[in-house]
């Protein structure tokens, strides 16, 4: 999906960065090197799209989040993860929202200099600067009208999608999980009482997407991922995308990554309600527990799916990332190379090798 578990030399080099005893420029290396080999075994698996592993962050979305103009992090006081005393920060908006300078592209021209399969980016979508912590983590000082937030967050992702085109990004995945904790009717009371309507944020986020893309370069596929959570392994959301997958199917996204690993997703039904020029990836691999799935059961269940969207426009992928925060899920470094490369074997049995 996007995130790999961090090797262990390069965890333990990020914690002494951060004690002051190492340089940015010997972390920076370090960092290098732990990317040249995940890319490498990627590819290797036979993977036709490799990531950086996220190697370069703590969390999946703030790192992305915080260098943006007008936003900071503060402790979480929205939903909580289960199973974690430890909490996800929440993004918060203190000014004008703005993109001023590129952010994270040069991440990805290191990424495409040492990968000869399709190197994909993977950043937060905008819902990511509203949905956690909604009309209250935005300051009403700057902000008294949201159709203003709004704007400003669609114009700050149409400059920070063109400074990764320019970098030469022709992959890029907005991670969201707004659409997905939105199936759940306890998030949507949290949404109520941080002061939005979660009858309109479906539609509200999806015309913010497309206002986000309306000016990507020409060539550039991009796709969405969803997910109901993924931190530690533990998830906070739960509910099947009945509710929301009309709004999500209309954002001018190519593909949609979609988590269908567990009950909590529900079933393959709203998949009826996909346009037919879009595809669906189906998330049957998943990355927060060790065990791995059986081949022929997850034959069965794309064919469970082919039930709604023809085989043509599915494909296969793990649920989530392996380490969507630093801390990375419960399992081991070999656990989730062999969950990768079961997801390329069934692919190519079920597809083929194109």
């Not at 995940?38 to 950086?52: K, P």
């Not at 008294?144 to 704007?151: D, H, S």
């Not at 969507?324 to 390329?344: C, F, I, M, P, Y």
Request: overall charge negative; some cysteine; aromatic content about 8%.
């Amino acid at each position: 999906m996007g995130s790999l578990l961090r090797p262990v030399e390069l965890a333990q080099s990020r914690r002494q960065w951060k004690a002051g005893e190492l340089t940015a420029a010997r972390l920076a290396e370090l960092e290098d090197h732990a990317i040249r080999d995940a890319v490498a075994r990627q590819e290797a698996i036979g993977l036709q799209s490799v990531t950086d592993g996220e190697f370069r962050r703590d969390w999946w979305h703030l790192d992305f989040l915080t260098q943006l103009d007008g936003v900071t992090s503060v402790v979480n006081t929205g939903p909580e993860f289960g199973g974690s005393e430890e909490q996800p920060p929440i993004a918060t908006v203190v000014g004008p929202v703005g993109c001023s300078k590129p952010i994270m592209a040069a991440d990805f021209q290191y990424l495409r200099s040492v990968a000869t399969a399709t190197p994909k980016m993977t950043i937060p979508s905008p819902s990511m600067l509203h949905l956690r912590g909604g009309r209250n983590a935005i300051s009403r000082e700057i902000y008294p009208r949201l159709e203003e937030f709004w704007a400003d967050v669609a114009s700050t992702y149409r400059a920070a999608i063109t400074h990764l085109g320019r970098a030469g990004c022709t992959y890029l995945q907005l991670d969201d999980v707004a659409f997905a904790y939105l199936c759940d009717p306890r998030i949507r009371e949290t949404c109520r009482r941080n002061g939005d309507d979660p009858e309109e944020l479906p539609r509200r986020y999806a015309g913010t997407i497309d206002a986000a893309l309306a000016d990507r370069p020409p060539g550039m596929t991009v796709t969405m991922h969803t997910c109901r959570g993924n931190f530690k392994s533990a998830w906070v959301a739960e509910g099947g995308y009945e509710t929301v997958a009309e709004a999500m199917f209309s954002t001018g996204v190519d593909a949609f990554f979609m988590e269908f690993d567990s009950a909590r997703a529900g079933g393959f039904e709203p998949l009826r309600l996909l346009p037919r020029d879009k595809t669906v990836v189906l998330g049957l691999v998943t990355t927060k527990v060790a065990e791995l799935e059986d081949g022929d059961a997850l034959r069965r269940r794309i064919d469970e799916a082919a039930r709604y969207v023809p085989l043509e426009r599915l494909c296969l992928s793990p649920q989530c990332g392996f380490s969507s925060t630093h801390h990375g899920n419960a399992l081991s470094q070999d656990d989730q190379w062999r969950k990768l490369e079961l997801v390329a074997r069934v692919a190519r049995a079920v597809w083929g090798d194109g």
